[in-house]
């Protein structure tokens, strides 16, 4: 049985005195819930974000990380330093720095790659544009993606990866997949591991929705065969509404 996983997703929202207040906030509200929370924070708030979330279910996670160790790469932030600040998970992929940052499968892999060797946990995000819908192509591309995502991990790794499918056209926009089509695509990159990595491999693989869940809409999609958790943006930055998310099944 895979446990159900909500992740919040803050983007470029939350200064740090809105991070400690957010997390002291929603810590009473999710106590006791039987569901993996997690927090990924924009990266000046995870210093301030881990210690608060000390004691509690609350996990922190970043939005994105370099692959290499260290060096000259300048602005970027390694796996080994979001470890060292007691970070547990790491977003890769997202489609928006896909879109706006040129991230690559390739690049995706690697990050990966480099996430587990320094005992991060990766959210791997892979979704269709609304173009790739319209013609045809979205399994073609969210199968794809997975794929290279995964490329030359072990099973005991790619057993602990979490996909998060985020249709690009439903995120930020309001617009929600319906709860049989984002079943269905997840059911598609399930049977795409399955097929290459077994089918024990593939029912063990936890796989997110995201766009546009809310408290409104988050029980129907959470109960779903194959949906495993939500990766929210929007309604992840008030205690309230992301509070009502993880508890959807109380
Ligand atoms: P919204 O929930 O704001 O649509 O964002 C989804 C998302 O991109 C999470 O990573």
New binding site residues.
């Given amino acids: 049985m895979r446990k159900k996983v909500i ?1 919040g ?1 803050w ?1 470029m929202n939350m200064l740090p005195n809105e991070a400690i207040q957010m997390i002291n906030d929603l810590e009473p509200l999710v106590k006791g819930t039987e569901n993996e929370v997690i927090l ?1 924070v924009p990266y000046i708030d995870i210093f301030y974000a881990t210690l608060n979330a000390q004691n509690t279910n609350i996990k922190i996670g970043a939005q994105n990380m370099h692959f290499e160790e260290k060096g000259a790469y300048t602005g970027e932030i390694s796996g080994q330093m979001l470890k060292s600040v007691g970070v547990d998970y790491v ?1 890769i992929g ?3 720095r896909r879109q706006y940052f040129m991230e690559t499968d390739e690049i995706v892999n690697k990050k990966v790659k480099s996430a587990f060797k320094y005992g991060l946990l990766p959210i791997v ?1 892979v979704g269709e544009t609304l173009e790739q819908r319209e013609s045809g192509n979205a399994y073609d591309i969210i199968t794809n993606q997975t794929e290279k995502a995964l490329d030359g991990l072990e099973i005991s790794q790619i057993e602990n990866t979490i996909i ?1 499918y ?1 249709p690009v056209w ?5 617009k929600t997949a319906t709860s049989e089509d984002a079943n269905d695509a997840i059911k598609e990159i399930r049977k795409k591991i399955g097929g290459k990595y077994g089918q024990d491999t593939a029912e063990r693989v936890i796989i997110l929705y ?5 408290p409104t809409n988050a029980k129907e999609l959470l109960e779903m065969s194959d949906i495993d958790g939500g ?6 930055l008030l205690a309230d509404d992301f509070s009502k998310i993880v508890n959807y099944n109380k």
Avoid: Q, R, V
């Fill in positions: 992740a997703n983007k990924c977003i997202h489609s928006e995000c998060a985020e439903a995120i930020g926009t309001g995201g766009g546009s869940m809310k990766l929210i943006g929007g309604a992840s």
